[in-house]
């Protein structure tokens, strides 16, 4: 994939494997905005800093209108409680479930219709199934479960 004049956004941008990832996409010569929780964390020359919450519908929202040009979406943003998901306490693993799952799909959700026009391959946004899907029969569906015992 050739990079050179992209404009991505990193998610995540401010340490570790996101800012790896956005130095990167700067060396190979994308314009990059780099979001992070903490703007003032982000330090990486040759990046645009943008604030980015992506558990906060606010900050996503106004971090896409920053970003409003963005050919690439890296979501790397996330947490780590060390929570165990077996017997951790509850409220740490559903802040990993915010950030790592309902964050990182918000992100997803607000730059899809800004990436979607640039985009090489044509995309749908129809509600209809695909052709040849066909609604599941419920009475079809029940005899393969009393068959295979599920």
């Known amino acids: ?5 992209s404009v991505a956004l990193v998610t995540g941008a401010n340490r570790g ?4 990832l956005a130095a990167e996409l700067v060396r190979r010569g994308a314009r990059v905005y780099a979001g992070a929780r903490n703007q003032g964390s982000i330090d990486l020359p040759g990046v645009t800093p943008v604030t980015l919450d ?15 040009d963005i ?3 890296v979501n790397n943003a996330g947490i780590s409680t060390g929570t165990s998901i077996l017997n951790g306490d509850l409220d740490a693993v559903r802040r990993e479930m915010e950030t790592h799952f309902f964050g990182t799909l918000s992100v997803t959700r607000a730059a ?3 990436i979607a ?5 044509p995309s749908s946004t129809s509600s209809r199934p695909c052709r040849g899907w066909r ?4 009475a079809r ?3 393969r479960s009393r068959r295979s015992g599920r």
Do not use: N
């Open 117 to 121: 026009p640039t985009a090489a391959a």
């Open 141 to 143: 569906t029940a005899r």
């Open 17 to 20: 494997l996101g800012r790896s």
């Open 71 to 73: 050919t690439i979406l």
């Open 54 to 68: 992506i558990t906060d519908p606010c900050s996503v929202s106004s971090a896409l209108e920053a970003a409003d």
């Open 1 to 5: 994939m050739d990079i050179a004049g």
């Open 112 to 114: 899809a219709p800004v």
């Open 135 to 138: 609604r599941p029969d419920p």
